[in-house]
Each structure stands twice: as C-alpha cells, then as structure tokens.
C-alpha cells in the first residue's frame, strides 16, 4: 500500500509545472512558495490545482484548507496519506463545488484518504467524478463529513458506486450531507466502528445509505426520498476486518417514496440484483433496532429483512461456519407506516433478480402488499440445519406483516408462514450506547 501510495503522488507530481516566484509574489496565488500556515485560503478565480497538490505534501499536518465559494476543477483524484489534523473546508454544500468532469484520474475518484487521523470535510459538494466515488476514506481514525455533497447529474451506471465511503475507520460522524445519483450507495459506511449517520438527504441513489459490516452504529433523523431502496442495514460475506456486524439503531427518520428503477448494471454487485420498492432491507445482521421510523409510499414494503441467501444466491453456508448469515436480536417497534400514493414500479421489480420472488410472494398473499415482509430464516425444514431468531415487532394492530420461507425460492416454492402480528411477540433487545466523542465540527456555512 505505502509503495503504491507512492508512486501515485510521484505521477501527480511529476506533472506539475512550478513556476518561478519572487519574495514579493503573493502566496495566495503563487504555486512554488509553501506558506507555514494552520489556515490556507483558496478562492475560485486564483485557484491554482498545482499549488494545492504541493500544500498536500508539504506538512499538511494540522492544516485546514479553505475554499470561497464558487467550481474548482480538479483533473486529478485529490490525494490524502499520512496526514494527521487535516480540515478541507468550503463555503457550503450549495456554495463550493469541487468539479471532475474533465479529471484523467484512473480510479475516477474525487478525494482519496488513507492512513490518516482527524479529517474533517465540510461545506462543499463534489460533482461529476469519472466512474469512482466521490470520497474514500480507509482506515482513518477521527472522521467526519459535515455538510458535503456528492452528486451526478443523472443515474447512469457509468456513475461511482458510493458518494461518501468511509471504511475500515473507527469513530465516524456523517452529517447534513446531500447525494444524488450513486450507483450502489449515497453514503455508506462499512467495517467501521462507532458509527453516527446523521440528518442526511439521500435522492436517486440506488441505495440511499448503507451500513454493512459494523459494530455500533446509530442512524437517525435521515430523509431517504426516491431511491431504489432507502437503507441497507446487513454483512457481506468474505471481509477481513469485520466479519459480522452488530448494534445498530435506526431511528427517528423518513422513508418516502422510494420506488425508483435500479440503475445498476445487472450482475455488477449485490446492490445490482435489489428491485425497487422498500425503506430498508436488513440481511445476514444482528443487533438491529429500527423504530420511530415514518415509511411513506415505499410499495413493495417499509421493511423487508431476509437471510443472506436472498441476498447473495450463490452463498453456501458450509463455506464459511463463522459468519452470521441468518438475522438474530431484531427489534422493530413504534413506527408509522403508510402506501398506496408511491410508484408500485412493476417494470422496475420484474427487471432484477430477486424481483420475481417479490412479485410471486405477493401473489400468494392475494396481493396484498406488506408493511413488513420478512424471511421466516427457519431453513431446518428444508433439509438445511440453519435457524435465525424471529424478529420481535411491536407495532399498532393495523401494520400488515408478510412472513415466508424461502428455502427453496430456486425451485419456485415459497410457503407463507404468517400474517399475524401474534407471531412476533416476545422481548425485544434495544440498542446498545457506545462511546463516541461529539462535539460539534466547528463547520459553520
């Protein structure tokens, strides 16, 4: 990783052109004089890519990175390694854009960060990347997006798969951020610990956010509106760092509406096989609490929980005895479900893998379509030795429950093994708090 971190900045280096300066040029806008700051100002009209690429590798160490309103292009991935203390900083989420269109990156992303501590990114919005997401930031310690963008303009699946992407990074804020047009995930969070997702707008994303593979994790006070489906609460079989994830609240936001096509090329990820139609799908997890939630016009269903076989169809079990592949400690309860004002996208289920078994399961229900549609995750009687625990449910009486076993869904046989809300009751497990220092980010607009 340290080689190939390396050679990158080597190349982006080995392309800058520093001109000559005198004692008296203005350091604002001459690119071959580093200023000892802890404040570097940058204004659209001066900006010089150069200069802030040589800022990047000269003791950026407690740096913060300042940008005035107004479209900065980049046409290169912004790179960040080794830093400690770093603030990269705009006008606001609708004021400064950091703008890709015409970047030569060869991974296509906007910013990436790795091995670093304390990052802060706020105030601005990063447009157009060429196929990669819009920031990446791996095993940081201390990070946090407040107030940042990440938008295409269409949904293509020449799009980046996720706008904000933290991974394999410990204590992890992502707050009043905006995406649009994210190919597998808006934001998402994945093998990190001690997570908070926050009074998030996610729009036309083919997942609104995910949460996969962490311990610890809180989502709230998010408004997901017009995805394919809202949020992915699940773990993916075949990571390193975290092997099964827990502890996870989602509480107190909207889901509203998200019905859109799956843009993503068929067979491309997991995220590709998804129909339309649900505020979120839980898989293969543990710990999960949901409530307080308000589902609007999500038609396939609010919540839709199924074992990791319905997730990924070519999962063998006895490949791998360590991962949790069934759902176990599931608590839903207080929230507010409503539907028959959203798009039901006919087309757009039939279209992807698991759509057809969506569809026929209704069917066998008299088409009646649920609140909550969930995997009975009792494969004993199919010959498989796998059981999960049932969800506990603590809903109004009026919420429409839609359980099924779907252990032999290849062969087209799906047996209902409830509609009844009785069948949920017991003890419900509530979420777990963790630790997590939050103050606010100083990221005033």
């Known amino acids: 990783m340290k080689i190939i971190r390396l050679l990158q900045l080597f190349f982006i280096l080995s392309i800058i052109i520093i001109p000559s300066c005198d004692d008296n040029d203005d350091p604002a806008t001459d690119p071959g004089e580093i200023v000892e700051s802890s404040l570097i100002s940058f204004e659209a009209a001066t900006f010089s890519e150069d200069a802030f690429i040589i800022y990047l590798t000269e003791e950026p160490n407690g740096k913060t990175f300042s940008f005035g309103a107004g479209t900065y292009s980049f046409t290169n991935t912004i790179p960040l390694a080794d830093i400690d203390n770093l603030t990269i900083k705009g006008a606001g989420i609708n004021e400064t854009y950091f703008d890709f269109s015409n970047s030569t990156s060869t991974t296509g992303e906007g910013i990436a960060a790795v091995d670093c501590a304390n990052l802060l990114f706020c105030g601005f919005t990063i447009q157009n990347t060429n196929g990669g997401n819009g920031i990446t930031a791996r095993n940081i310690t201390g990070l946090r997006f407040d107030g940042v963008g990440t938008v295409w303009p269409e949904t293509s699946s020449d799009n980046g798969a996720y706008g904000i992407y933290p991974v394999e990074s410990d204590d992890v804020i992502v707050e009043n951020c905006y995406t649009e047009g994210a190919v597998d995930a808006g934001i998402y969070s994945g093998q990190n610990q001690r ?3 926050r009074n998030n707008v996610m729009t036309l994303n083919v997942f609104g956010m995910e949460a996969e593979n962490n311990i610890h994790v809180e989502v709230y006070g998010n408004e997901f509106t017009r995805n394919t489906t809202g949020l992915l609460v699940y773990d993916n079989n075949g990571v390193s760092r975290i092997l099964s994830g827990s502890n996870c609240k989602v509480y107190n936001n909207t889901f509203t509406n998200n019905n859109e096509s ?24 543990s710990g999960l609490e949901i409530t307080g939630n308000t589902f609007v016009d999500n038609e396939c269903g609010g919540i839709i929980g199924v074992a990791y076989y ?11 005895s360590l991962f949790t592949f069934l759902n176990e400690d599931i608590y839903i309860h207080d929230n507010s479900f409503s539907s028959g004002g959203g798009t039901y996208n006919v087309a757009g289920i039939l279209d992807r893998p698991a759509g057809p078994l969506v569809w026929y399961t ?11 549609f969930l995997d009975q995750q009792d494969y004993t009687a199919g010959g498989a030795p796998y059981a999960g625990t049932r969800a506990v449910i603590e809903e109004s009486s009026d919420v429409v429950i839609l359980e099924a076993n779907f252990v032999e869904a290849g062969n087209n046989v799906v047996v209902i093994t409830s509609t009844s809300l009785d069948d949920f009751a017991g003890a419900g497990l509530t979420h777990t708090n963790f630790d997590l220092v939050d103050t606010p980010s100083d990221c005033e607009e």
């Open 362 to 372: 209704f069917a066998l229900n008299g088409n009646v379509r649920p609140d909550i």
């Open 310 to 320: 319905l997730v990924d169809f070519n999962f063998d079990p006895n490949a791998d």
């Open 195 to 197: 997570v908070i997702m």
């Open 262 to 285: 799956n843009f993503a090329e068929l067979g491309s990820s997991l995220a590709a096989d998804v129909p339309p139609g649900f505020g979120i799908l839980y898989s293969a997890t």
